[in-house]
């Protein structure tokens, strides 16, 4: 069965430290995978996704995503952080195909906290 | 380009009502997906649409049902409304070329908070 595991339900970490958002995925074949943010009381916004290449993801805000197939992992990843970065992270994933089932497999979300 | 738009913003309602919920998406998009959002449960997929038609369904009871119009804005109902339905009601839409290798962005709206009394 498809999945997508956020491991960490919290992150905290300083201000200009680089931060690391952790998912893993399950799905047969070659996978799409996103990385949306979601602020309080907003909706969900696209950060950055893999299809195919190069296997560093460069997104919006100054974030970028390492997808390892081998590990079957795509972490979301910044230099340098911010406290306006925290925020609500999900990862999702969906099979590469041009069937019907394109519907997106979520991520349960990890918080992150940016302390100053 | 304007965005994703949901209206209402936010909605209260008490058990047994039943509510409908709009959803206008980006100029040009063609599909429409529905999620609920609650604290303990995450993203929630409820259907997509495409074309007026729906194509994927999640595991929600038959309450929960959806349209699609002609010019892509969709609507989502719930009747006889339970406590558990409080939630975040978020809609997304997408391009959807629908051919074989695209990974078409969902894009959201700021969602509709509906609260069962």
């Known amino acids: 069965a498809q999945s997508v595991a956020q491991p960490e339900d919290q992150v905290n970490v300083a201000e200009g430290n680089p931060l690391t958002v952790k998912c893993t995925y399950s799905v047969s074949g070659n996978p799409y995978l996103f990385w949306y943010v979601q602020y309080p009381n907003r909706g969900l916004q696209f950060l950055l996704k893999y299809i195919t290449g190069d296997n560093l993801v460069k997104g919006s805000y100054g974030f970028e995503a390492e997808f390892n197939k081998s590990q079957t992992s795509f972490h979301l990843k910044k230099p340098s952080a911010l406290v306006s970065d925290s925020a609500l992270y999900f990862c999702a994933v969906r099979e590469n195909n041009a069937g019907n089932n394109r519907k997106l497999i979520w991520g349960l979300g990890t918080s992150l906290a940016v302390n100053p | 380009k304007a965005g994703v738009t949901q209206t209402p913003r936010y909605l209260i309602k008490t058990r047994g009502q039943q509510v409908t919920l709009s959803c206008s998406p980006i100029?040009?998009?063609?599909?429409v997906s529905w999620y609920q959002q609650t604290p303990g449960q995450g993203l929630q997929f409820l259907f997509e649409?495409?074309?007026?038609?729906?194509?994927n369904k999640g595991n929600f009871p038959g309450r929960f049902s959806g349209r699609q119009f002609s010019n892509s804005r969709s609507e989502m109902n719930v009747s006889t409304l339970e406590l558990g339905d409080s939630a975040l009601y978020l809609c997304?839409?997408?391009?959807?070329?629908?051919?074989?290798?695209?990974?078409?962005?969902?894009?959201f709206g700021p969602g509709t908070r509906l609260t069962v009394l």
């Open positions: 649409y495409f074309s007026e038609t729906q194509r």
């Open positions: 100029s040009g998009h063609r599909s």
């Open positions: 997304a839409s997408s391009i959807e070329a629908g051919a074989l290798g695209t990974a078409d962005t969902q894009y």
